[in-house]
C-alpha cells in the first residue's frame, strides 16, 4: 500500500491494456509468465548458496562458456511458465542451442527469446543479476520453424527485463510506455513503482570494462576517454543493473567491439534488442557503434553484437567519434 493507497499491480496493469497501449490477446498471459517466473528465479538466486547450487554445471553452453548451476535452473523455470502460458508458439534462449518448439497449435502465439539469467557469475559474489525477454508477435498462421526467431528489434511488441538487486524489479516496454514494477513480498504481486520511465535528459555515467581499454581501436580508445572526462564510472559486470541504473539516472553502457572480439561480446538477439527496444521506447538509443541495434537483420540466433547503450545524444556523439568525427 503506497502513501496514495493501493498501487496498481502488473496483473491489473496488463489486463488493463497495458498501459494504453492495444490489448493484444495473450500478451498479457506471456507478461504474466515471465512475471511468476522471475518471481521463482528471485527465490532460488536467494537461496543457491545455501542449497549449494552456486558454481558451474560443468556443462559449456553453445557459445562455449561454462554453464552456472543457475543459469540450467533459470532458463528450465522460464522455458516451464512460459510454454504453459498458452500463447508462446517458439522460445530462443542463451542457455539452448536450438529454438524450443511448442508443439500444437499456438495461432495467435508469440515468438520470446530470452537470457533466463545475465550476469550470473556475479551470484557467488551476490552482486545483481537479472532476466532479459525479447517479444515477437508470431506471422499469421505461420509455421514456426527456427528462421522464424530471426527477427530484426524493430519488429518486437514488447520487451521485458527484470533486476534481482536490493529489490526485484520489473520494467516493461511496450510501443506506448515503459514501466517498472517493485516485488511486493508481502502479497508475492509486482506494483507499479516507476512509471512511464524516460531516461533523464542529463548523463551522469558511464558503464564500460576499462581492461578492455588496450585492445580498442583508437577511435573507440577517443570516444572512451571523451565520457571518462565527463562522466562518473559505473561497472557492475551485470549488463541489466548496469543498463537499469542508467535507464532510471541517465548513462552510457558500452560494450563495443575490439581486436579480441570483433562482433562484440553480447548477444544480439536477447540482450540487445530487449534492452534497445527499452532504451529506445524510454527516450534513449541503443547502437552497434555502425548501426542502429533494432535494424540489424539476424543471421544466427546466438550472434553477437557490440552495443552502446543510453542517453541518445551520447550514443549519437560516441557513434560520431567512433566512425572518425
Ligand atoms: P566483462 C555477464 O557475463 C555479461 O554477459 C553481461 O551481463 C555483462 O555486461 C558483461 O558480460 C560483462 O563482461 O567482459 O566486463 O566481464
Same mark, same amino acid.
Given at each position: 500500500?503506497?502513501?496514495?493507497?493501493?498501487?496498481?499491480?502488473?496483473?491489473?496493469?496488463?489486463s488493463s491494456g497495458l498501459?494504453?497501449?492495444?490489448? *493484444?490477446?495473450?500478451?498479457?498471459?506471456?507478461?504474466?509468465?515471465?512475471?511468476?517466473?522471475?518471481?521463482?528465479?528471485?527465490?532460488?538466486?536467494?537461496?543457491?548458496?545455501?542449497?549449494?547450487?552456486?558454481?558451474?554445471?560443468?556443462?559449456?553452453?553453445?557459445?562455449?562458456?561454462?554453464?552456472?548451476?543457475?543459469?540450467?535452473?533459470?532458463? *528450465?523455470?522460464?522455458?516451464?511458465?512460459?510454454?504453459?502460458?498458452?500463447?508462446?508458439?517458439?522460445?530462443?534462449?542463451e542457455e539452448i542451442e536450438?529454438?524450443?518448439?511448442?508443439?500444437?497449435?499456438?495461432?495467435?502465439?508469440?515468438?520470446?527469446?530470452?537470457?533466463?539469467?545475465?550476469?550470473?557469475?556475479?551470484?557467488?559474489?551476490?552482486?545483481?543479476?537479472?532476466?532479459?525477454?525479447?517479444?515477437?508477435?508470431?506471422?499469421?498462421?505461420?509455421?514456426?520453424?527456427?528462421?522464424s526467431l530471426l527477427r530484426?528489434?524493430?519488429?518486437?511488441?514488447?520487451?521485458?527485463?527484470?533486476?534481482?538487486?536490493?529489490? @526485484?524489479?520489473?520494467?516493461?516496454?511496450?510501443?506506448?510506455?515503459?514501466?517498472?514494477? @517493485?516485488?511486493?513480498?508481502?502479497?508475492?504481486?509486482?506494483?507499479?513503482?516507476?512509471?512511464?520511465?524516460?531516461?533523464?535528459?542529463?548523463?551522469?555515467?558511464?558503464? @564500460?570494462?576499462?581492461?578492455?581499454?588496450?585492445?580498442?581501436?583508437?577511435?573507440?580508445?577517443?570516444?572512451?576517454?571523451?565520457?571518462?572526462?565527463?562522466?562518473?564510472?559505473?561497472?557492475?559486470?551485470?549488463?541489466?543493473? *548496469?543498463?537499469?541504473?542508467?535507464?532510471?539516472?541517465?548513462?552510457?553502457?558500452?560494450?563495443?567491439?575490439?581486436?579480441?572480439?570483433?562482433?562484440?561480446?553480447?548477444?544480439?538477439?536477447?540482450?540487445?534488442?530487449?534492452?534497445?527496444?527499452?532504451?529506445?521506447?524510454?527516450?534513449?538509443?541503443?547502437?552497434?557503434?555502425?548501426?542502429?541495434?533494432?535494424?540489424?537483420?539476424?543471421?544466427?540466433?546466438?550472434?553477437?553484437?557490440?552495443?552502446?547503450?543510453?542517453?541518445?545524444?551520447?550514443?549519437?556523439?560516441?557513434?560520431?567519434?567512433?566512425?572518425?568525427?
Amino acid at each position: 500500500m503506497s502513501a496514495v493507497g493501493h498501487r496498481t499491480t502488473l496483473q491489473e496493469y496488463v489486463s488493463s491494456g497495458l498501459g494504453g497501449g492495444a490489448q *493484444d490477446d495473450g500478451l498479457d498471459a506471456v507478461i504474466m509468465a515471465i512475471a511468476d517466473g522471475s518471481i521463482q528465479v528471485q527465490r532460488q538466486v536467494q537461496q543457491a548458496a545455501l542449497a549449494d547450487a552456486l558454481g558451474a554445471t560443468g556443462e559449456t553452453n553453445v557459445q562455449g562458456e561454462i554453464i552456472q548451476r543457475m543459469d540450467q535452473v533459470s532458463s *528450465d523455470i522460464f522455458v516451464e511458465t512460459l510454454s504453459s502460458s498458452g500463447h508462446v508458439a517458439a522460445i530462443g534462449c542463451e542457455e539452448i542451442e536450438k529454438p524450443v518448439i511448442i508443439e500444437g497449435e499456438v495461432a495467435d502465439g508469440y515468438i520470446v527469446l530470452m537470457d533466463p539469467l545475465d550476469g550470473s557469475s556475479n551470484i557467488d559474489v551476490a552482486v545483481s543479476i537479472g532476466s532479459i525477454f525479447g517479444i515477437w508477435k508470431k506471422r499469421p498462421g505461420e509455421k514456426v520453424n527456427e528462421d522464424s526467431l530471426l527477427r530484426p528489434g524493430d519488429e518486437q511488441v514488447a520487451a521485458v527485463y527484470v533486476v534481482y538487486g536490493s529489490s @526485484t524489479v520489473l520494467v516493461l516496454a511496450t510501443k506506448t510506455d515503459v514501466c517498472g514494477f @517493485t516485488l511486493d513480498f508481502r502479497s508475492g504481486e509486482f506494483a507499479v513503482t516507476h512509471p512511464n520511465i524516460k531516461i533523464p535528459k542529463e548523463c551522469l555515467y558511464y558503464s @564500460t570494462n576499462e581492461g578492455n581499454h588496450k585492445v580498442l581501436d583508437e577511435p573507440t580508445q577517443k570516444a572512451v576517454a571523451n565520457l571518462r572526462n565527463k562522466y562518473s564510472q559505473r561497472y557492475v559486470g551485470s549488463l541489466v543493473a *548496469d543498463f537499469h541504473r542508467n535507464l532510471l539516472k541517465g548513462g552510457i553502457f558500452a560494450y563495443p567491439a575490439d581486436r579480441n572480439r570483433k562482433d562484440g561480446r553480447l548477444r544480439l538477439m536477447y540482450e540487445a534488442n530487449p534492452l534497445g527496444f527499452v532504451a529506445e521506447q524510454a527516450g534513449g538509443a541503443a547502437s552497434t557503434g555502425y548501426q542502429r541495434i533494432l535494424d540489424i537483420i539476424p543471421e544466427q540466433l546466438h550472434q553477437r553484437t557490440p552495443l552502446i547503450l543510453g542517453n541518445k545524444d551520447v550514443v549519437e556523439e560516441i557513434v560520431s567519434v567512433i566512425n572518425g568525427g
